[in-house]
């Protein structure tokens, strides 16, 4: 080969060898600058809490419930796609905030400590924390009840921070559970003295019961709103739409619609 044409070739791949490197260059940087983890499928990922009823269960292999149906009607609404993605409770706030979550509902109460990491929606339910025992504990009746006695609570919820923080105070040994149905075994089978969820998902598993082996004690420990939830100054597009869509729910009664068949 001439020496002309051997220069010729080298330039040539050493141009190419650039713009290949020029052109990887500018795909990292597009994705570093991504806030989203959708897919190729261009849906939003977005997680429930497994095992939550009535806010969202699976049944026959479909999960159903408040949080479900709403997210399905908000979608509807403004015509975003996304990915049901359900999980334990525990794992739903670092999901989101690591991105691999692109938004969750799943009855997370907003608090200024979860504002820190997490953008909120406007309220979507009016919730709060309550007290429940077994059916034959007659020695728990309330708040003023509480000295001494052990606890259950599901990990990264309202109800487990109500308990640490308390624990000094009223001498409580707080047992750690990973979902609600494991932490009503714990009361049901007097491993625990009681235990703290959310008023509207033991009061709907009260109503099921059948027969009835736990029940209410005394009044609402605290009171909260549930907001969806996406990881702080990421995905406002979407938080805007769940707001813009929540709000045509309510004035249109599909909101109405799908609560009262569960807490009605």
């Known amino acids: 080969m001439k020496r002309s044409m051997m220069k010729k070739l080298i330039k040539s791949i050493a141009v190419t060898s650039l713009l290949g490197v020029f052109l990887v260059g500018c795909g990292s940087t597009t994705k570093k600058a991504d806030d989203s983890a959708k897919g190729e ?26 949080d ?8 509807k609404e403004e ?4 990915e049901l993605k359900p999980m334990d409770f525990n794992g739903i706030i670092p999901g989101l905030t690591s991105n691999q ?35 034959n504990n007659t020695t728990i009746n309330g708040e003023k009840d509480l000295q001494g006695k052990t606890v259950a609570v599901k990990k990264g919820t309202a109800g487990e921070k109500y ?10 040994d707080v047992k750690h559970f990973e979902d609600s149905p494991s932490m009503c075994l714990a009361v049901q089978n007097g ?14 598993k009260i109503k ?12 609402k420990v605290t009171t909260v709103n549930y907001g969806f939830a996406v990881a702080k100054g990421k995905n406002k ?18 909101y109405d619609k799908i609560v009262n068949q569960y807490v009605g």
């Open 41 to 66: 499928s261009g849906k939003y990922i977005i997680a429930c809490d497994a095992k939550f009823a009535p806010f969202s269960f699976e049944e026959n292999g479909t999960y159903k419930g408040i």
């Open 68 to 75: 479900v149906e709403l997210l399905d009607a908000i979608s």
């Open 79 to 82: 015509g975003f796609k996304y």
């Open 101 to 135: 979550l692109d938004g969750a509902i799943a009855g997370i109460s907003i608090t200024d400590e979860r504002k820190e990491v997490l953008d909120f929606s406007n309220e979507y339910f009016d919730s709060g924390l309550s007290i429940f025992v077994s059916t």
């Open 163 to 172: 308990a640490l923080d308390n624990a000094e105070k009223l001498g409580l």
């Open 191 to 204: 491993n625990t003295d009681f235990a703290l969820e959310d008023y509207p998902v033991i009061a709907y």
């Open 208 to 219: 099921l019961d059948n027969p009835k082996v736990l029940k209410l004690a005394g009044d």
């Open 237 to 254: 597009e979407l938080l805007d739409k769940f707001n813009e869509g929540l709000k045509k729910i309510k004035e249109n009664g599909e």
